[in-house]
């Protein structure tokens, strides 16, 4: 059989009611933000103590689920199958891969959230397990972010990228969420239910990067004015957003191969200058013992973190912090993992489980131990006072202690570019993945398609215009409750695909078409 890029994942795109659905309900949400941004706020507002009341405490399970799978696939005969036929090579370099999948994935948020998350812990210890401003308080901000951006986190995004690049490169689907399900739906993915599961995707896509280019542009608006005394406002927000999502748009509009393939590896080789430099000039002995004491913290509270039942049961810090960050995970796991399948063609699955799973997890341990050890012993020997601003102004705290270090301008001067690419490949690839999904799954959406999409940073600017962070955060919540479901249903989808394959291999037939009641 000849390597399947067929049936939608080539050819001419065409725009159906994924398209004009989505159209319709984006521009009216955003119409009626702005008419009504406090209605819109009080609802996001309700819908997200609903939805977290509701199925907040099946997040973790879920989460965990999905860590556990993606580990079995990766130990089991499962793990050498192909996202493609047997002759399928790699479309992409090693390097170049990680480094998209890489940008794409952390976006914004990592740098400052790198810094600032184990300074807010250190202040409101996780779930009461110690005094704020303890060494044990300490030690619980490290590993909860390790747990927050660790294995759980990314594990997400590779049951989205291996359950639809297998589905799309073994069996010549499109490359859509729906069309992975049909292992387990059926025809049914053809109708109605198909369109609403690639409808909820589009719209987890567009509240995902949302959340995250809203919260990145008020950390750096925060950022500018500590600086720079730039004026905190909403209409330096929007300047923010606009200026950056037109250098996205004009390299989204280049394709994968250049725009975002190039951006992604001088993202990645700046974020490593920049992580080299604090290292080295930073508390490297603090730096080191953070990094031992977190892992070792780590892997002995993994199951308690896990299943969010360390500390206080029921507090509000589970819900703030521990539903909010899988919800938010979850949020992104259509955009990253569409993108992941996209460009994990010819990779096995245990190839992909360890590029997305380990290597990620390996770079985010290393770079909370460097940045979070940094900003501890920084403020632990009294030479910054950030830890009680960290939760609102997470670049303020950033730049407190980059502040700090011997060379402090070189810092500053990695850290613009950084900034700006964080944000630029993020926004780029959930254009590209908006405008695939929105055209049947095209592996090369029309550039005026990608174009429109682009006004996904007008969602941002709702959300900011309506309660900030509160608006941000609850969107986040309400967008991953429906594809939580999702998530399983691939989850089992994927395992029938992959178990119906084998047994052909094993008795000699064909591998790649569907069943005929599929």
């Given at each position: 059989m000849?390597?399947?890029?067929?049936?939608?994942?080539?050819?001419?795109?065409r725009?159906?009611?994924?398209?004009y659905?989505?159209?319709?309900?984006?521009?009216?949400?955003?119409?009626?933000?702005?008419?009504?941004?406090?209605?819109?706020?009080?609802?996001?507002?309700?819908?997200?103590?609903?939805?977290?009341?509701?199925?907040?405490?099946?997040?973790p399970?879920?989460?965990?689920?999905?860590l556990?799978?993606?580990?079995?696939?990766?130990?089991?005969?499962?793990?050498?199958?192909?996202?493609?036929?047997?002759?399928?090579?790699?479309?992409?370099?090693?390097?170049?891969?990680?480094?998209?999948?890489?940008?794409?994935?952390?976006?914004?948020?990592?740098?400052?959230?790198?810094?600032a998350?184990?300074?807010?812990?250190?202040?409101?210890?996780?779930?009461?397990?110690?005094?704020?401003?303890?060494?044990?308080?300490?030690?619980?901000?490290v590993?909860?972010?390790?747990?927050?951006?660790?294995?759980?986190?990314w594990?997400?995004?590779?049951?989205?990228?291996?359950a639809?690049?297998?589905?799309?490169?073994?069996?010549?689907?499109k490359?859509?969420?729906?069309?992975?399900?049909?292992?387990l739906?059926?025809?049914?993915?053809?109708?109605?239910?198909?369109?609403?599961v690639?409808?909820?995707?589009?719209?987890?896509?567009?509240?995902?990067?949302?959340?995250?280019?809203?919260?990145?542009?008020?950390?750096?608006?925060?950022?500018?004015?500590?600086v720079?005394?730039?004026p905190?406002?909403?209409?330096?927000?929007?300047?923010?957003?606009?200026?950056?999502?037109?250098?996205?748009?004009?390299?989204?509009?280049?394709?994968?191969?250049?725009?975002?393939?190039?951006?992604?590896?001088?993202?990645?080789?700046?974020?490593?200058?920049?992580?080299?430099?604090?290292?080295?000039?930073?508390?490297?002995?603090?730096?080191?013992?953070?990094?031992?004491t977190?892992?070792?913290?780590?892997?002995?509270?993994?199951?308690?973190?896990?299943?969010?039942?360390?500390?206080?049961?029921?507090?509000?810090?589970?819900?703030?912090?521990?539903?909010?960050?899988?919800?938010?995970?979850?949020?992104?796991?259509?955009f990253?993992?569409?993108?992941?399948?996209?460009?994990?063609?010819?990779?096995?699955?245990?190839s992909?489980?360890?590029g997305?799973?380990?290597?990620?997890?390996?770079?985010?341990?290393?770079?909370?131990?460097?940045?979070?050890?940094?900003?501890?012993?920084?403020?632990?020997?009294?030479?910054?006072?950030?830890?009680?601003?960290?939760?609102?102004?997470?670049?303020?705290?950033?730049?407190?202690?980059?502040?700090?270090?011997?060379?402090?301008?070189?810092?500053?001067?990695?850290?613009?570019?950084?900034?700006?690419?964080?944000?630029?490949?993020?926004a780029?690839?959930?254009?590209?993945?908006?405008?695939?999904?929105?055209?049947?799954?095209?592996?090369?959406?029309?550039?005026?398609?990608?174009?429109?999409?682009?006004?996904?940073?007008?969602?941002?600017?709702?959300?900011?215009?309506?309660?900030?962070?509160?608006?941000?955060?609850?969107?986040?919540?309400?967008?991953?409750?429906?594809?939580?479901?999702?998530?399983?249903?691939?989850?089992?989808?994927?395992?029938?695909?992959?178990?119906?394959?084998?047994a052909?291999?094993?008795?000699?037939?064909?591998?790649?078409?569907?069943?005929?009641?599929?």
């Amino acid at each position: 059989m000849s390597d399947p890029t067929t049936d939608g994942t080539a050819g001419r795109p065409r725009l159906g009611p994924v398209f004009y659905v989505s159209l319709v309900l984006s521009v009216g949400f955003i119409a009626v933000g702005f008419a009504v941004p406090s209605r819109v706020a009080d609802a996001l507002d309700a819908a997200r103590r609903l939805v977290v009341g509701t199925f907040g405490p099946a997040y973790p399970i879920t989460v965990l689920v999905l860590l556990v799978f993606v580990a079995a696939l990766a130990v089991t005969p499962f793990g050498r199958m192909r996202l493609g036929t047997a002759d399928t090579r790699p479309e992409f370099g090693r390097l170049s891969w990680l480094a998209m999948l890489l940008s794409a994935g952390v976006g914004l948020s990592f740098l400052f959230w790198g810094t600032a998350e184990p300074l807010i812990h250190l202040a409101d210890p996780p779930g009461g397990v110690a005094e704020p401003g303890s060494a044990e308080a300490a030690a619980a901000g490290v590993r909860y972010s390790f747990l927050f951006w660790g294995l759980h986190a990314w594990a997400i995004y590779a049951v989205v990228g291996i359950a639809v690049g297998y589905s799309s490169f073994r069996h010549g689907r499109k490359l859509l969420v729906s069309a992975a399900l049909r292992p387990l739906l059926g025809s049914r993915v053809d109708g109605p239910l198909g369109k609403v599961v690639d409808i909820l995707a589009v719209f987890a896509i567009l509240f995902g990067v949302a959340t995250s280019l809203g919260l990145g542009t008020r950390e750096l608006n925060a950022g500018l004015g500590h600086v720079l005394d730039v004026p905190e406002s909403y209409g330096v927000k929007i300047a923010i957003i606009a200026g950056l999502m037109t250098v996205s748009t004009i390299s989204a509009m280049t394709g994968l191969g250049r725009g975002i393939r190039v951006l992604s590896l001088v993202n990645i080789a700046l974020c490593a200058v920049l992580l080299g430099f604090v290292l080295i000039l930073g508390p490297t002995a603090d730096i080191l013992g953070t990094l031992g004491t977190g892992l070792r913290d780590y892997v002995g509270s993994f199951v308690p973190m896990s299943l969010a039942t360390e500390g206080a049961a029921g507090d509000t810090w589970t819900q703030e912090w521990i539903f909010f960050f899988w919800a938010w995970w979850i949020g992104w796991a259509p955009f990253v993992g569409t993108f992941i399948a996209r460009i994990s063609r010819g990779r096995t699955i245990r190839s992909v489980v360890a590029g997305v799973v380990l290597v990620p997890t390996a770079v985010s341990v290393g770079w909370f131990s460097v940045f979070g050890g940094t900003a501890l012993q920084r403020e632990q020997a009294g030479t910054v006072a950030v830890s009680d601003v960290a939760g609102n102004t997470k670049s303020v705290a950033t730049v407190e202690v980059l502040g700090s270090l011997p060379g402090a301008t070189v810092a500053f001067v990695l850290l613009v570019p950084v900034l700006a690419l964080l944000f630029i490949t993020s926004a780029d690839s959930a254009s590209f993945m908006l405008g695939s999904t929105t055209s049947g799954g095209s592996m090369k959406p029309p550039r005026p398609l990608r174009l429109m999409w682009s006004f996904a940073a007008a969602f941002a600017a709702v959300l900011l215009l309506g309660r900030g962070v509160t608006s941000l955060q609850g969107s986040a919540v309400v967008a991953a409750a429906p594809f939580a479901v999702i998530l399983i249903g691939l989850c089992v989808s994927l395992t029938l695909s992959l178990w119906r394959d084998r047994a052909a291999e094993r008795a000699g037939r064909p591998v790649g078409g569907d069943p005929p009641d599929s």
